[in-house]
């Protein structure tokens, strides 16, 4: 998979997380969900869209590292692929007024590519939500709530995932806050 992070800020790096079916089971492990992330984790809509809306200034997607790679297990479970098959994975991070706000983590399988999901692979800094939502065929599926375990200290804590559905493949849109986004006094 191909970087694209020049100033290695460890900060911006994925934690291991664990998922859970709903807000309410994560609260029972971390309250902190029902703290000021509460709305983040559970925003529905454009996710990118919601973003761009607390913006003063700006919104950008800045690709991180993107490329065929294998997902974890737990991710290929969770998207029903065969554990060792590649997938097209994509990690940005979310900018707001030229911070950034959110990491998100997209697997997208082969059989998403096939046909016009080839335009995935070709989204470059264009947000990924623009494709989704203006494409009939795609929708979510349930919001989960995901327990970060930092390793770094400014890495995320608190994550949200979803399954996107197509005709007849699915691809997985993880989103981890960064505290920068709700330690913001604006909501
Ligand atoms: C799924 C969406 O797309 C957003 C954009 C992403 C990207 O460009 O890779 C990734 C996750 C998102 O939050 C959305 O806007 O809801």
Redesign the pocket.
């Known amino acids: 998979m191909q970087s694209r992070v020049s100033d290695i800020d460890s900060r911006l790096t994925i934690p291991p997380t664990d998922w859970y079916q709903s807000l309410t089971a994560a609260g029972l492990l971390n309250p902190e969900v029902h703290g000021p992330a509460r709305y983040w984790l559970q925003v529905e809509?454009?996710?990118?869209?919601a973003?761009q809306k607390q913006c003063s200034n700006s919104f950008h997607?800045e690709v991180r590292r993107e490329g065929f790679a294998t997902p974890t297990q737990e991710e290929a479970r969770r998207l029903r692929i065969p554990h060792r098959q590649h997938a097209w994975i994509?990690e940005?991070s979310?900018c707001g007024d030229n911070q950034p706000w959110?990491l998100?983590r997209?697997v997208i399988p082969l059989k998403c590519l096939e046909g016009e999901g080839r335009r995935l692979l070709h989204?470059g800094n264009?947000?990924?939500?623009?494709y989704?939502?203006t494409s009939p065929h795609w929708q979510r599926g349930p919001l989960e709530t995901g327990l970060c375990r930092p390793v770094i200290p400014g890495q995320p804590e608190l994550a949200r995932r979803s399954l996107?559905s197509g005709h007849n493949s699915s691809l997985l849109?993880g989103?981890y806050l960064l505290p920068a986004l709700f330690q913001r006094n604006t909501l």
């Open positions: 809509g454009s996710f990118t869209r973003l997607v994509r940005v979310l959110v998100a997209t989204l264009r947000p990924l939500g623009a989704l939502f996107f849109v989103e």
